[in-house]
């Protein structure tokens, strides 16, 4: 199967392929570097926590002055993926949601977030052994 290199810039013919199937993302060596140079400032700066950072050890929105317990940090994770993950209606085609997983993956890789690796990497997997499907 024909994989496609998340470093590269994004086609709309390479989003059908994808999410059609018929082709794979995988992180490049110059996403992987981008995403762990990323990583490894948001892992310093949980290792100084000398002041407060949105959404790594604050709140939200409203919340977002509100400095979170190093205990309490991990759990601020999970309650913020949980709260993104519901949905109202009805269920997308298949091709669409895979194509949303092959955006997100996209945009993680760009190195912006300070997402882990493993993050890009399991939507991957996820996008070769035809989730969504």
């Keep these: 199967?024909?994989?496609?290199?998340?470093?590269?810039?994004?086609?709309?013919?390479?989003?059908?392929?994808?999410?059609?199937?018929?082709?794979?993302?995988?992180?490049?060596?110059?996403?992987?570097?981008?995403?762990?140079?990323?990583r490894s400032v948001v892992e310093a700066f949980v290792a100084e926590h000398a002041t407060p950072r949105y959404g790594i050890?604050?709140?939200?929105?409203?919340?977002?002055?509100?400095?979170?317990?190093?205990?309490?940090?991990?759990?601020?994770?999970?309650?913020?993926?949980?709260?993104?993950?519901?949905?109202?209606?009805?269920?997308?085609?298949v091709p669409v949601v895979r194509a949303m997983m092959l955006l997100r993956a996209q945009v993680l890789s760009a190195g912006h977030s300070g997402v882990r690796p493993v993050v890009i990497y399991r939507i991957c997997e996820l996008l070769a052994r035809g989730a969504a499907a």
């Design 1 to 38: 199967m024909r994989t496609f290199d998340l470093s590269l810039p994004l086609q709309i013919s390479d989003v059908v392929e994808i999410a059609s199937g018929r082709c794979q993302p995988v992180l490049g060596p110059q996403a992987r570097q981008r995403v762990a140079r990323a």
């Design 57 to 93: 050890n604050t709140g939200f929105g409203a919340l977002a002055e509100v400095v979170i317990a190093d205990n309490q940090i991990a759990e601020l994770q999970t309650n913020l993926v949980r709260s993104h993950a519901c949905g109202v209606g009805a269920l997308l085609p």
